[in-house]
């Protein structure tokens, strides 16, 4: 989920934390619970920093060690650690254990987006993606906000974030239903598919859907039921070239492969160099395809440069190539 969604979950979760009474009763105890929820709440997204080197790096790995179930344990230890020596008197189980429970809400809802995480990890290296909840889903933010005013207007914190959570888990199944049913439509309206992707958008009926056939890529839209097909695709063997060899031994490339798993190719000449662009199919955008990966491959099979991210214009994406890190 996007950061403000993990903060309001923070702020629910503290109200569920009043009815432990070691917590409702010892204001140094809800002090370190509340940090700890918090702190909780976000620290599993710590790795967002990477972007600051590269997307390349970033893509291998937000979402992957940080979500992970070694993670999941240290978290809440090394939080609780710090907040009972910063806070005298809080009792460390009380804290640990509510750190604890956020650090695990955030990943446990993090799989139903479509980016997914590595929960399993290191029991498998598998991207666990359910796919029925937006990054940022309007209907789960805002039943978080109703809550957190009604706790703040008086309304009791146990029951009234109990009621949330019991909203929220039949939404959850709500959701979970409007996907197998645009999935069966997507079976009647691509004959042969033999993978589809779905994928939520922040509107409740509409759906990003992508399928596969022995000979064709298709891109479209769901409203409810109801499957638009926007694009066909060709599914053709990548060239087998030195140049194409080269571009794919590219660390921008080899992250956009581990990434996606429904794209196509392109392959053309910008000058001198040698175009090597992969398109995610997943994601269009008002006839856009915004998240690629290029690489420039000159005459020595050298890539001079590279980038994949979210691109939603030619013009940028030659400024960021001209610009783009090839590490």
């Known amino acids: ?25 010892d204001p140094s105890t809800m002090g370190a619970v509340f940090a700890g929820i918090m702190v909780g709440s976000l620290i599993p997204d710590i790795d967002t920093v990477l972007k600051l080197r590269n997307n390349a790096v970033y893509l291998r790995n937000h979402r992957g060690i940080t979500h992970s179930v070694p993670a999941v344990m240290l978290w809440p230890l090394l ?33 139903f987006n479509s980016y997914g995480t590595q929960a399993l990890r290191p029991f498998s290296q598998k991207w666990v993606a359910i796919g029925v909840i937006n990054t940022f889903d309007p209907i789960f933010f805002g039943l978080h906000v109703i809550a957190i005013l009604a706790w703040f207007l008086g309304t009791d914190p146990l029951a009234t974030m109990s009621t949330l959570y019991i909203v929220i888990f039949f939404y959850y199944l709500l959701r979970f239903a409007v996907k197998s049913a ?45 499957i638009t097909l926007y694009d066909r695709f060709k599914r053709e063997p990548m060239p087998a070239s030195p140049q194409v060899s080269a571009a794919l031994e590219d660390p921008n490339l080899k992250a956009f492969v581990s990434f996606s798993p429904l794209y196509r190719w392109s392959v053309s000449h910008v000058g001198d160099l040698y175009e090597v662009r992969l398109i995610d199919l997943r994601y269009r955008s008002k006839g856009y395809y915004p998240f690629v990966a290029v690489a ?31 590490n």
């Open 79 to 111: 939080i609780s650690i710090l907040l009972t020596l910063i806070v005298p008197g809080a009792e460390f189980l009380h804290v640990w254990a509510w750190t604890f429970l956020a650090v695990f809400i955030h990943v446990f809802v993090d799989i």
């Open 182 to 226: 645009v999935k069966r439509s997507v079976k009647k309206t691509v004959p042969g598919a033999t993978e589809i992707f779905i994928a939520p958008t922040m509107k409740f009926f509409q759906w990003r859907v992508a399928a596969t056939t022995e000979v064709d890529h298709y891109v479209g839209r769901a409203y409810g039921r109801s």
């Open 296 to 326: 420039h491959v000159n005459q020595d099979l050298e890539v001079v440069n590279s980038y994949t991210g979210w691109i939603f214009s030619e013009d940028k994406l030659r400024k960021k190539l001209k610009f783009a890190p090839n």
């Open 1 to 25: 989920m996007d950061t403000g969604t993990h903060i309001a979950m923070g702020v629910a979760i503290s109200g569920l934390a009043l009815a432990d009474t070691a917590v409702a009763n």
